[in-house]
């Protein structure tokens, strides 16, 4: 199974919309607060639709308590500030994917903390970063590629 981080999400809807993806994919997903929005929100369920309870949900009160729970060199941080493609890592089950906020990214502190454990998507000079859950698909769905259909 994989692990998939929201550091403190802000948008109900992208929230859902990964809620919806992990279940279809069979991951978890990890909530660390403080969370902008309320998990019952309309916007969070209309978007998980009736797929929300199979989630595998659970909320953190900091970050510290993923490192705790996972093995540090398998957590791997999502960002448009690294220079390591997304598909040039080697994934495995249990391997865990930590996205930033939408408005922000994840803090350049952790990114300096685990230089090896950076990844990013490519995309054009034109934008600053895909929509949250466009991107925890991109790579969810590589590490499924790699682990169950071969590298």
Not at 2 to 12: A, D, S, Y
Not at 88 to 104: K, L, T
């Amino acid at each position: 199974m994989l692990h998939i981080v929201l550091f403190e999400p802000e948008i109900p809807q992208n929230t859902g919309n990964i809620g919806r993806l992990c279940v279809g994919a069979d991951c978890a997903l990890h909530l660390i607060k403080p969370l902008r929005f309320r998990l019952d929100d309309i916007a969070v369920k209309r978007a998980g639709l009736d797929y929300w309870p199979h989630l595998k949900l659970h909320v953190h009160e900091d970050l510290d308590e993923i490192y705790t729970a996972f093995n540090p060199e398998r957590i791997f941080l999502a960002s448009t500030k690294v220079k390591t493609c997304y598909w040039d890592q080697r994934y495995r089950d249990g391997d865990v994917f930590v996205f930033g906020p939408e408005s922000r990214g994840l803090p350049e502190s952790l990114l300096q903390q685990y230089p090896l454990q950076g990844i990013r998507i490519p995309m054009s000079e034109n934008i600053r970063s895909l929509n949250l859950a466009n991107s925890v698909a991109v790579v969810m769905f590589e590490a499924l590629r790699q682990m169950r259909w071969g590298k």
